[in-house]
């Protein structure tokens, strides 16, 4: 294989390669948990805000926008008085978050086995 052809495969493990960057959007702290929401449905901003409990106003809009970049939520503005602006996933996004709510069902699911092993941990510590 030639260089060129290398430098076309995407692997995550590549300091260059573009998914690292969306693989950080998704996997932060704020990706995973907006993803996750708005795998419930469309949510506008503020409401979505109150769902993912804790997220800052700036950085709830840094992530959306982010997100939205990646081509994982869509935006839609609504020409009402004020403006109504809501947010739902893409077909990407839906799938994308359809893995996250796995991960987050299985870590919810085993939190007492994972709160035993940290007590176990850091009582050897």
């Known amino acids: 294989m030639s260089d060129t052809v290398d430098d076309l495969i995407p692997s995550v493990f ?9 693989l950080t959007d998704v996997t932060g702290r ?3 948990l907006a993803l996750a929401a708005l795998h419930e449905g469309s949510f506008r ?10 997220v800052s106003e700036k950085m709830l809009a840094q992530t959306l ?5 990646d081509g994982l939520v ?9 403006p109504r ?3 739902s996933l893409t077909d990407l996004g839906q ?6 709510v796995n991960l987050i069902d299985l870590l919810e699911g085993e939190i007492n086995t994972m709160r ?4 176990q941990y850091d009582q050897l510590r």
Not at 45 to 54: H, I, T, Y
Not at 95 to 100: D, G, I, M, P, S
Not at 116 to 119: F, K, L, S, W
């Open 116 to 119: 035993a092993a940290q007590e």
């Open 74 to 82: 869509r935006r839609e503005v609504q020409a009402t008085i004020p």
């Open 30 to 32: 704020w990706g995973t």
């Open 14 to 22: 590549a300091r260059d390669c573009a998914s690292r960057g969306v």
């Open 95 to 100: 799938r994308v978050a359809a893995q996250l």
């Open 45 to 54: 901003f503020n409401a979505l805000r109150r769902k993912v409990d804790g």
């Open 85 to 87: 602006v809501e947010y």
């Open 65 to 69: 926008q982010s997100l939205e970049r």
